[in-house]
């Protein structure tokens, strides 16, 4: 258990600023499909899975842990980044139409 949270707890935390990074100069966007496809990839990692083999399964659940904890450092700023942009962009924004005033 302790291996495995300390998996996920390090692929979220290592790769966090250069995510961020990635997040600015390729896009919100393109970094939120990019998670989108890890996360999917954990889940078809999980999905096809051997449960015969306990030292195959231990490796599996490793690499799925890494999966999301790279989908969790990926997402962990692109979202608001994105959310924001797009309130802004129409000139619609809550942020904006308080402070214009």
Known sequence: MSRR???EAITIIVPEVPQGTASDVFGH??????T?????????????ASKT???AFFWVLALNRA??????????????AH?????EAPGLGIITASFSQ
């Open 29 to 34: 966007k393109k970094l939120l499909l990019y």
């Open 36 to 48: 989108a496809l890890l996360m999917l990839g954990e889940m078809l990692v999980w999905a096809f």
């Open 83 to 87: 959310a924001y942009d797009s309130l």
């Open 5 to 7: 949270l300390s998996t």
């Open 53 to 55: 083999n306990t030292t």
């Open 67 to 80: 999966l999301s904890g790279l989908g969790e450092a990926s997402v962990s700023g692109p979202d608001e």
